[in-house]
């Protein structure tokens, strides 16, 4: 029997990992830091919330470009070195949001710019992390490594915006930023530390497609194979289906007031719900490693996903009536903790797949769409929710989302059987 609890073996056995995993976690908790602190920053120099709301778009759209364009990067060049130069554009956005602090900017366009580069370094780091893990680890390590990525991610998302709240309250702006551009050393050491790692060219590879400069042409080869490789697909289309119809994330502010009769300290309680239910279902993760049928795995975790969310949406529904309000939001607070607890399942081998089952030379443009695809599909889940909530209220928005969720997973799996059928142990794209 594997152990039961958090399998920690590619932290003991590979020096290189173990120094990746420390620094980007480190990075991680600052990054978050950071995001609530730019948040904070931009709400005391505008008094807008839709100023800060601006902060996601500027976000967005270098994530999106420089997502696919940062994968075609990754696949043409030594990934230590694309991740390292990446990475010290990271890390100067960190200093210069210290100094802007330091010199009391009031300019909020400073701050969007600042974002903006940020992301764009990020969705180049992203992929080219997660193209350096299996070249480090064992095939077999891989669900082991993605369970300890997706605890770190939840962690830093848990500790950052509290460290955020106490440092800004404490010593302003400049501490908050500073602790950031510190924490992100680490993530540089780690890489500096790290042997070149060039991708593997084969220019004949499965796909009869030879290896290209990074450009369009580039990006398009990654797409037109996702578009014939029906397993790796299925990775994103199951993602789709959980953070497009199913995003509960645009509802917390409205339920927070109306049903539970709270305010800003609801929705953090319920937004932390997620996270802990994450970080909970990671730590006694020991076993995933042993788990063959992997897409199944993925399609049984977005289905109870979406019975999650239904269950947040019958505690809103319940919410002062055959419940008090109380009793509601204990109990939505538990559902949503599920829903992250399936969602972490579903993301450790989502990525397992996708690392496993695509060459080498292909990889980091398809760890580059699925950057596209965490940053997009939650935006595009938040819209349709929040559209669903205008037309009926949040609890149906949710009901509906949460089966339609179930629905259309049900109706994918039918349609890739192949997909219910895929082995670990003998990965096919």
Not at 254 to 264: M, N, P, Q, T
Not at 296 to 306: F, H
Request: glycine share 12%.
């Amino acid at each position: 029997m594997a152990p039961l609890l958090l399998d920690i073996t590619p932290l003991r056995v590979n020096p290189s990992y173990r120094r990746l995993f420390t620094g980007f976690t480190l990075s991680g908790i600052g990054a978050q830091l950071a995001t609530v602190a730019i948040g904070l920053q931009v709400y005391d120099i505008t008094g807008s919330t839709f100023a800060v709301g601006l902060v996601g778009l500027c976000a967005l759209v270098p994530l999106v470009v420089m997502g696919l364009y940062g994968g075609a990067l990754v696949d043409a060049h030594d990934r230590r070195t694309v991740a390292l130069v990446a990475g010290v554009v990271l890390w100067i956005v960190s200093v210069l949001n210290t100094v802007q602090a330091l010199f009391d900017n009031t300019h909020v366009g400073v701050l969007y710019v600042l974002v903006g580069v940020y992301n764009a370094g990020f969705a180049v780091v992203s992929p080219a992390r997660s193209a350096i893990y299996p070249r480090l680890l064992d095939r077999a390590l891989l669900p082991a490594a993605n369970a300890l990525s997706v605890a770190a991610m939840n962690i830093a998302m848990t500790v950052g915006p509290l460290m955020a709240g106490l440092l800004v309250d404490w010593g302003g702006y400049v501490l908050a930023y500073g602790i950031d551009a510190a924490l992100f050393t680490f993530a540089i050491w780690g890489l500096l530390r790290l042997e070149p790692i060039p991708p593997e060219i084969d220019p004949t590879a499965d796909t009869g497609v030879p290896q290209r400069r990074p450009g369009l042409s580039s990006v398009l080869d990654g797409l037109r194979f996702l578009g014939t490789r029906p397993n790796v697909r299925m990775t994103f289309l199951a993602d789709f289906c959980a953070m497009i119809l199913a995003q509960p994330r645009a509802l917390f502010p409205a339920v927070a007031v109306l049903s539970f009769g709270g305010g800003a300290k609801t929705v953090g309680l319920l937004s932390a719900a997620v996270a802990v239910g994450a970080i909970v279902s990671m730590l006694v993760s020991g076993r995933l490693g042993r788990v063959r049928r992997q897409g199944l795995a993925v399609v049984v975790s977005v289905a109870l996903w979406g019975v999650s969310i239904v269950g947040f949406g019958i505690a809103v529904a319940g919410a002062g009536g055959v419940l008090t309000s109380s009793q509601a939001l204990w109990l939505a607070a538990v559902a949503l903790a599920g829903a992250g607890a399936c969602d972490s399942v579903s993301a450790v081998f989502r990525t397992t797949i996708l690392q496993s089952a695509t060459p080498d030379h292909l990889r980091g443009r398809l760890q580059g769409v699925f950057v596209v695809v965490v940053a997009g599909g939650p935006r595009l889940g938040d819209l349709l929710a929040g559209t669903g909530a205008t037309i009926f209220n949040e609890a149906a928005a949710a009901i509906v989302g949460g089966i339609l969720c179930v629905i259309a997973v049900a109706l994918l799996a039918s349609w890739q059987r192949g997909f219910l059928r895929y082995d670990a142990q003998h990965p096919t794209p």
